[in-house]
């Protein structure tokens, strides 16, 4: 058992990304609020459907409309507290709001935030979610709209964050994303190893080579397949020819030529030297691919084409906490994986070159 | 090494011309292809014309490329060896490709705008894409053809390895050829060109790293 801690380690940490990543909940949310848009200077009741909530009308939810584009000063904002508020279920209730005849002066566009504030779940929002309409114009009402924010509830306990366009698929960041980290990982590695192989000529080096390729391949296919699960969801289809699909399928239509390459060649020593060089070249070709093309092109990954990259409420410090050792583990495993390859391949085709104690 | 460096373009060169038969070859290759376009399609529009352009040119160079190295590997193989180094010989290889590529690249212009009229309006950018582009095609194909010259199936294995490596290549000069055409207004243009610029300099690192490794016989 001496010197596979690192085996151990990546079965636990696999373990607690799997539960931690699938059994923590998301932060409550707003999933919908209807109507969309509401007239100025008359009652409207908007109904919001919550998610994760556990709206309850002892607790007393509290319902707010909040003009967009306008920041909280001193605790103060444009905005209409709820005249009243019905709760019809845990994820359901209907709020009254008396509205003002026109917008304040000041107003900077026509679109409000509903916030949600209740004892058992925290507060949360749903950004410029109500137009409204017909607003008589210097009405006078910045007094009415003036409305204090304040007494918010601080949620507890662990959640990940709740976006609407992601729901529960936010999970995927710990499976999709980690197992990119850990190919990438395992490719240098790859071509680290195919390096040595070219100094050395050690046949050692090449089996590594070539099985952590393979993995790296493997993990190729499972990042895409996640890719297009996660994109089934949220971009509506699996497949959108998104520029990072395309040079994605490109990457692993490479690396899968290596393996054709090794095939058709007529001596094991040429197989290896001439994989080795294909191997290095297929790396230096996969950073342009992946990292450089996709930055310059729309894309509808985050980080591409004018979408922010991750931070902010897209990976916050609990999300952090799962990913992180997602990649570890990932990369972990993807290394065990290759060892065994590596020496399943090793003792069937050259039993007396390597020895056992090389393994 | 200069020295020897050029008598072997030289001598590739005089090899090509004296087997007139191969140069023609890429050049018929080309006007064949042009004129099988507009026997099919009759007439082009901008955005069509410009992908057949780099298709011509790929495989033009795919075809040039495979002879390159065949018959380097039989009986003069060894000769040469003796007399200069692999990196030489690649070096000769990959600036008689490249040359060839270029003069692929006026034919296949020259006889689309023949053809099908000439929709580049911005000349010097369309003439950088086409001298980056045939670089970074000749390169590559040279050392894939490297590569494959000792595997059994060649031109076929040529074609699966090389036109995963060219794809992010070829996207880049379709998108400059748009360009040049006034297709599409961009304004990354300048970072299209390096990015160019910077495959070429990383093939051609490549090469000098790899070649003298893969050329040993086993």
Redesign the interface.
Known sequence: MKGAWWKVLAVVLMFYVLFAGMLIPLKSGIQAVSPQTVELGQPVELAVTGYNTHFDPARGPRVWLKLNADTLVGGSAYGLAAAAVVVDGPQTLRATFVLPEGLPDDAKDYYASVIVDNAADGTFVMPSVVALANGRADSGDDAAWTTRFDDFTAATGMTFPYRALLGESIRNQYFHVSLWFSLMLLMLAAAVYAGRY?RSGDLRHDYRSEALTRTGLLFGILGLVTGMVWANYTWGKPWSGDIKQN?TA??L??YL?YF??RA????D??AR??GA??N???F??LI??LY??PR?RESLHPGAGGNPGFGGEDLDSTMRMVFYPGIIGFTLVGLWLAQLWWRTQALANNPRVIAASDL | MLQRYLTLVRLEWRLELRQGASLASVGLFVIGTVYLFSLAFGTLEPRLWNALFWLVLLFSATNASTRLFSRELTYRYNYYAQLASPLEVFAAKATFATVLLLGVGALNWAALALLFGNPIRDYGLFTLAIALGGVGLALVLS?VAV??A????GAA?TS??A???L??LL??LVKLGAVAARLIQQT?TT??VL?LG??DL?VIG?SI??VP??W?E?
């Open positions: 070219l040079m490109i990457a239509l490479i030529a054709v390459l058709s060649m007529a001596s020593q040429q030297r001439v060089a294909y290095l070249f297929a230096a070709m342009p691919l450089i093309i310059m | 050392f590569l494959t000792r595997a059994r199936g294995l699966v390895l036109f995963p490596l794809i992010p996207l880049t990354s970072k299209d990015l910077g495959v990383l490549l790293l790899l490794t893969v040993k086993a």
